[in-house]
């Protein structure tokens, strides 16, 4: 996919905030900091597009970006973040699954998940969600550049039997890595599949 245009939409905090729909969307899920806006601007190739953050659950928002003016990217709020109270976690759950369960225009959900770590008990949660209600997507677990190539093969082994997809199939993990761009063409592969299943030529 050759990036023409790469644009900031609009940070919305509620349904009625979301922009017009009609046009394809794919979203990036995950714990906070694993590096779902890091993976985004990796993707684009453009720095600092989608807002990276070294003070994790503070954005409730989700943030859309429209791509060649022909599809959006969705950055949505992370979440796990342990010092978060109780209120907010339970209204970032609604955020998340309200625009998941709605959004007709959603055609991939890409899960990411860090590399060096197992999935918790909400990546599972959010994991059988995503299978329950049918929703094509594609798990990315990121920060590859932390681990050596043998560890790197067993944590993704690991991760894919954790979030095993249904009648035990093993599920894809894309081991990415921002700062290499490890993983990059792959993810892109499962974009554009994902993107040309939903509609006319992109
Ligand atoms: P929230 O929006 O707070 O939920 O975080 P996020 O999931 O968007 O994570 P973000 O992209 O802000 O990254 C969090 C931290 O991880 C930053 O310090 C990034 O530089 C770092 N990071 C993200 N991806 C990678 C990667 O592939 N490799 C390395 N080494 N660091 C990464
Ligand atoms: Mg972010």
Redesign the pocket.
């Known amino acids: 996919m050759k990036v023409s245009s790469a644009e900031f939409v609009k940070s919305a905090f509620n349904e009625a905030q979301w922009p017009g729909g009609g046009v394809p969307e794919v979203a990036f899920l995950?714990r906070?900091?694993?590096?779902?806006?890091?993976?985004i601007n990796s993707l684009l190739g453009v720095k600092g597009l989608a807002r990276?953050?070294?003070t994790?659950?503070?954005?409730q928002a989700l943030n859309f970006f429209s791509i060649n003016g022909r599809f959006r990217f969705v950055?949505l709020?992370?979440y796990g973040y342990a010092r978060v109270p109780e209120a907010i976690r339970r209204s970032w759950g609604e955020i998340v699954t309200g625009y998941l369960a709605k959004r007709g225009d959603l055609v991939l959900s890409i899960h990411?998940v860090d590399s060096r770590h197992d999935p918790t008990k909400l990546d599972v949660q959010l994991h059988e969600w995503l299978i329950a209600h049918a929703r094509p997507h594609l798990i990315v677990a990121?920060?590859?550049?932390?681990l050596s190539r043998n560890e790197l093969r067993r944590h993704v082994g690991r991760i894919a039997e954790t979030l095993s997809a249904p009648a035990g199939q093993v599920s894809e993990v894309v081991a990415?890595?921002?700062?290499t761009g490890l993983g990059r063409e792959r993810v892109w592969r499962a974009i554009t599949a994902a993107l040309a299943v939903s509609q006319a030529p992109f």
């Open positions: 995950g906070s900091n694993v590096g779902k806006s890091s993976l990276t953050s070294s994790p659950g503070r954005t950055d709020p992370g990411v990121t920060k590859a550049d932390k990415y890595s921002a700062p």
